[in-house]
């Protein structure tokens, strides 16, 4: 079978990535730059700002992967970049970015490299696969801030939507909860630390959505906790502000309720999805919600006693990043699914 390595090019949100990944021996190299301090002051990503410091990042980062990596850019063989889902502005970047090295070398060399389009979502659920060899079939839940899913994940490229998030996602719950009770954004990490220093106790008992399927739904959610806040004259609808900055009490209560209340979900959705499938193997759990050590260690033991091996990736592959678009571009690759320089954002590969 034929030696690939593939640069990989992630722009779909906030993280200006990069990756080598080499078809037998694997990941070479994985450098970002993350714009989390350009949107703290903001409370969230504004697509604008993050558009712009994909502009005045890619090159640098793209060189560094490289360098790491050992390679030189006529050493690549594809290009895999991400084209769906994110935000237009920051797809737009890297998409031309790859398509400017792939048309050039083309222009160079009858040869050229190849462009292999990737959708985002399924970096994240082979992105276990860096770390890990995983069988198949298994169930996969990806959780970020912009996409919550369950997959019945039967093989390299074939996988199958089983519940998805009906309004917002997991992550996106975290957020806006702590922009609710004045934590600074991200919302999950501030979340769990001070969850821990509750012990995890669900105080408030916010509503599970037990009625809905594999499918997810957090916008009632927040919705639940902003009315409880109202309620205990914490939050004012007049002005949007959290009315008690200095309650460090409620804040912490809040945090761990929510958190538990969440993990609740999550464990009740696994559940289901083991009852419908049961001939499945294993359980992986990615995205940036991944890096909660709570929800993962309740999800493991869960996994665990119903005799389905667990697998989640380490932080640095949780999080949005270029390698596992690299390691979807290599499988792409090895089955011939190459994409042309037509390729806009949001098309379905």
């Not at 060399?109 to 770390?131: P, T």
Request: charged fraction near 25%; aromatic fraction near 10%; proline fraction near 3%.
């Amino acid at each position: 079978m034929k030696h690939y390595l593939t640069l990989g090019i992630e722009t779909s949100c906030d993280e200006t990535a990069a990756a080598v990944y080499d078809s037998e021996r694997g990941i070479l190299s994985n450098k970002l730059f993350s714009q989390i301090d350009l949107h703290r002051i903001y409370g969230g990503v504004v697509p604008e700002v993050a558009s712009r410091s994909h502009l005045e990042k890619i090159n640098l980062i793209v060189q560094e992967a490289l360098d790491a990596a050992g390679v030189k850019l006529e050493d690549i063989d594809n290009i895999a970049v991400t084209s769906n889902p994110g935000l237009a502005g920051s797809l737009l970047v890297g998409l031309c970015f790859a398509k400017g090295i792939a048309s050039f070398d083309s222009a160079q060399d009858e040869r050229g490299k190849k462009l292999i389009g990737v959708n985002h979502l399924e970096g994240h659920a082979f992105s276990a696969f860096l770390e890990y060899d995983i069988p198949f079939p298994h169930l996969c839940l990806t959780a970020s801030g912009g996409h919550t899913a369950l997959y019945l994940v039967r093989d390299f490229g074939d996988y199958q939507v089983i519940g998805q998030t009906l309004d917002d996602a997991a992550g996106e719950a975290f957020d806006k909860v702590a922009k609710l009770i004045n934590l600074p954004y991200p919302g999950g990490p501030v979340i769990e630390k001070l969850a821990r220093e509750m012990e995890f106790k669900d105080f408030f008992n916010y509503p599970r959505n037990k009625d809905i399927g594999l499918d997810f739904s957090f916008s009632g959610l927040k919705t639940a906790v902003l009315y409880d806040l109202v309620k205990r004259n914490a939050y004012s609808m007049e002005t949007k502000k959290f009315t008690q900055p200095d309650n460090e009490q409620l804040k912490k209560e809040v945090a761990s309720s929510l958190l538990v209340c969440i993990a609740d979900i999550f464990e009740q959705k696994l559940e289901r999805a083991f009852a419908q499938y049961p001939h499945v193997k294993a359980f992986t759990f990615v995205g940036g919600v991944a890096c909660n050590k709570y929800i993962k260690e309740r999800l493991r033991i869960l996994a665990e006693k119903r005799g389905k091996a667990f697998f989640s990736p380490s932080p640095q592959y949780c999080t949005d990043n270029a390698a596992m678009i690299a390691l979807v571009g290599n499988y792409k690759a090895k089955q011939g699914k190459f994409s042309d320089l037509s390729l806009d954002v949001f098309e379905s590969e």
